[in-house]
């Protein structure tokens, strides 16, 4: 039986015990982080371990909101050495590149990646869906994509930083934006509700579950989305006055 590559998971949250079962297949597993997370390990099979441990494995997967990123880095970078291969999962992409660039050793090899899914959109297994991979050029990147998508099923989509961020100012920080919103007016079910309203109550189940700290890496961490979020509520407003003057 082939033995499996050693994976480190910096952050357990809920993205990566979502992920945990997946990954299991290939890779054995251990996880840092500094709240107490023996119960959800247990649970899932995986071991916990220091923050040095954690950063000598073959692979670590760097699971932390991106608020958090660069104290990270100013911590475990030390540790990281050259065997390791680094993979980042964050929503935001040119700070990501620009910190794992500035603090990651220069021999360590990493590539930037953020998966378009959650536990919710990923409920029925992960085949299909999509994974931003941002370019680069070596061997072990072209391992990245054929391990996402040959072993895991995901359409791999290849993206610069800066294209990523532009566009997920419009996918992902807006489309948040309008459910966090509907999720605060709690908008109610109804034996009348058309196709439209279906959505709206959709798009706020789907996203209900995101932690606080995703919310604010997606909102306030994307250079493009503050203007655009800015921009929405300005609409709005003129949409309003223009219905208030008829």
Known sequence: ?????????????????FMIPYLKKFYDIS???????????????????????????????????????????KSCASFINKPTFVVDVSSVKLKTVALLDQYLQKDVKWVATHPLFGPQSGKNGLSGLSVVVCTKEDDQFEGVQSFLRDSLG??????????????MAYVQALS??????????NIP?????????????D????????????????????????DLRHSFLNELEKLNLQLDQL
């Open 1 to 17: 039986m082939k033995t499996k590559q050693s994976m480190g998971i910096m952050g357990f949250g809920n993205f990566t015990s």
């Open 31 to 73: 996880v840092y982080d500094p709240k107490d997370c023996s119960i959800e390990a247990s649970r899932l099979g995986v071991k916990l371990c220091t923050l040095k441990e954690v950063c000598s494995k073959a692979t670590l997967l760097i699971a932390v909101p991106i608020q958090y990123l660069e104290e990270s880095l």
């Open 154 to 167: 995901l359409k791999v989509l290849l993206k610069t930083p800066d294209e990523h961020d532009k566009e």
């Open 176 to 185: 948040h934006f309008v459910s966090r919103a509907l999720d605060r007016m």
């Open 189 to 201: 079910e109804s034996d009348q509700k058309t196709f439209a309203y279906q959505c709206l109550l």
């Open 203 to 226: 798009i706020r189940h789907t996203l209900r579950g995101d932690s606080w700290d995703l919310f604010f890496s997606i909102q306030n961490e994307n250079p493009y989305a503050v």
